[in-house]
């Protein structure tokens, strides 16, 4: 009885698609080399931002004539936005070898059915907003205050942070949001992730690099660290086989659960 149980509760979470499956095998990476290739391009870009928002931001504001608020924009438009798509792409398609419309298939834009966007996403978002709640209560605070006390992490009044990541004309904006919500999904979870397939546990690697790339606001997202074990964006798209979820999960987190975590636990 038990064994059916689980059986049904895997099939009710799982789009089951060997072919697919066995088409990410192919194209991950296979020796330890490559994979720390792909684990050093997680951390990368994070790096480069933190150095040009942090020690390089004065320059590039003399460079530019741009204030603080928008030379960080910039930057991290460029990342988001840029990079972050066309590393992926022209890496399957001239490393890989792969056709655009392969490369877009194994970055996960591929159909989902109505099951996994109607009930496996709401079910495991109300599972994560639920699960995350004492910690954001109890753990978060204090810790994101002790990284901010750090004088080489700390968000200063001219943090884009502080000043409003949306305070932007919304053709700029609208370029800024692609950039994160879509952006950094296919990045990490549409290549990322799937290039690190061999590693046991690869989604909990990911989800601690994803939250560490975030440098140049380490004390929020390095306060997130110990919660990248229920964050499900990983997990979406390994059970579901699209990185669809996964986009609207970000959208969720960046937009919504701030709110509610704010209203129920008061952080």
């Known amino acids: 009885m038990t064994y059916q149980w689980t059986r049904k509760l895997a099939t009710f979470f799982v789009q089951s698609d060997p072919e697919y499956d066995s088409f990410l095998r192919k194209h991950e990476a296979k020796s330890g080399k490559q994979i720390l290739f792909y684990l050093s391009f997680a951390v990368f870009p994070g790096v480069l931002a933190y150095l040009l928002i942090y020690p390089l931001r004065p320059l590039l504001m003399a460079v530019t004539g741009l204030s603080s608020h928008y030379v960080q924009f910039l930057v991290l438009a460029v990342m988001?936005?840029?990079w972050h798509f066309l590393f992926p792409l022209f890496m399957l398609r001239f490393a890989d070898k792969l056709t655009w419309k392969e490369s877009l298939c194994y970055l996960g834009f591929r159909r989902e059915n109505l099951k996994g966007l109607l009930l496996v996403l709401p079910l495991i978002t109300l599972l994560f907003t639920?699960?995350?709640?004492?910690?954001?209560?109890?753990v978060f605070?204090?810790?994101?205050?002790?990284?901010?006390s750090i004088p080489a992490l700390h968000m200063g009044e001219w943090h884009i942070f502080i000043q409003g990541y949306y305070d932007f004309p919304w053709p700029l904006l609208l370029i800024g949001l692609i950039g994160n919500f879509i952006g950094e999904e296919v990045y990490f979870r549409g290549y990322?992730?799937?290039k690190i397939g061999r590693l046991r546990f690869d989604w909990l690697i990911l989800s601690?690099?994803?939250?560490?790339?975030?440098?140049?606001?380490?004390p929020m997202n390095w306060a997130f660290?110990?919660?990248?074990?229920?964050?499900p964006c990983e997990i979406l798209v390994k059970l579901r086989k699209n990185i669809y979820g996964a986009i609207l999960i970000h959208i969720f987190v960046n937009t919504i659960w701030g709110g509610i975590t704010l209203y129920l636990v008061g952080v």
């Open 225 to 231: 660290i110990p919660l990248a074990v229920i964050i």
């Open 80 to 82: 988001a936005s840029g």
């Open 192 to 194: 990322l992730l799937k």
């Open 130 to 138: 639920a699960l995350s709640l004492p910690y954001m209560k109890w």
């Open 208 to 218: 601690i690099l994803f939250q560490f790339y975030h440098m140049w606001q380490a």
């Open 141 to 148: 605070p204090s810790l994101s205050s002790f990284l901010n």
